[in-house]
């Protein structure tokens, strides 16, 4: 059963410190994806990033970078030099590719993040 | 940039009342999905749609909802008898294509109210 993991309920941190979300994922399939969308206040889903299984480069998006380790099945988010506008609910997703899948996406419960001034 | 739109942004509705939530996917895009978000928790599938039928439901998607797509542009979700606890925010979503690379664009959402 595929299953996604963000056990940080809620993190405060201070402007420019450096803030790392987790997730982890379950699933059976050997292909999937995965990706990390940010909700602010205003409710709307922002696509962030999507990785595959079979690319488990880090990558590096500014001040954000991502860390997809499939030995431990997590899919990490950092971003650098934290700022008041990343203060958002971002979730970590899973969507399996295997046949029969219908490309549904699996979310996590979300973490908060509150970066204060 | 094409983008999925939803109305109407807010709904409010009487428990027991019918509701209908409305999408225009991206036009070329083959896969359709609506997901719920209860208030202060995360977002869950709810259906699936392809080729004119419904492809996957979960759980949560009971005899009180139904999806169609109309005339080729909209896809809408309906929900018979609105209760207490489909007071949520809907997303749509589509796709061109269900797996691969291809991103699920997501619309603004539909907050659905119920008195």
């Known amino acids: 059963a595929q299953k996604v993991t963000q056990a940080q309920t809620e993190i405060s941190v201070v402007e420019k410190e450096d803030v790392t979300l987790d997730c982890v994922y379950e699933?059976?399939?050997?292909?999937?994806?995965l990706f990390w969308y940010k909700q602010p206040p205003s409710g709307e889903l922002v696509f962030l990033i999507r990785?595959?299984?079979?690319?488990?480069q880090n990558e590096i998006s500014g001040r954000y970078s991502w860390n997809f380790q499939k030995s431990t099945s997590s899919f990490n988010f950092t971003i650098t030099a934290s700022q008041v506008v990343d203060s958002a609910v971002y979730f970590c997703?899973?969507?399996?590719?295997?046949?029969?899948?219908?490309?549904?996406?699996?979310f996590g419960q979300g973490t908060t993040l509150q970066v204060k001034p | 940039e094409p983008e999925v739109t939803q109305t109407p942004s807010h709904q409010v509705t009487q428990m027991g009342q019918e509701v209908i939530l409305r999408c225009v996917p991206i036009?070329?895009?083959?896969?359709f999905y609506w997901y719920r978000q209860i208030l202060g928790q995360k977002v869950e599938f709810l259906v699936s749609?392809?080729?004119?039928?419904?492809?996957?439901k979960s759980e949560i998607f009971d005899d009180q909802f139904s999806v169609e797509r109309p005339d080729g542009s909209n896809f809408t979700l309906k929900i018979r008898s609105t209760k207490l606890e489909d007071s949520a925010m809907y997303f749509c979503?589509?796709?061109?294509?269900?797996?691969?690379?291809?991103?699920?664009?997501f619309g603004p959402g539909t907050r659905l109210t119920v008195t």
């Open positions: 979503a589509s796709s061109w294509d269900r797996g691969s690379p291809y991103e699920q664009y």
């Open positions: 699933t059976r399939d050997t292909t999937y994806y």
């Open positions: 990785r595959n299984s079979f690319d488990e």
């Open positions: 997703a899973l969507r399996e590719s295997g046949s029969g899948n219908t490309g549904k996406l699996i």
């Open positions: 036009s070329n895009h083959l896969y």
């Open positions: 749609f392809y080729n004119n039928e419904i492809s996957e």
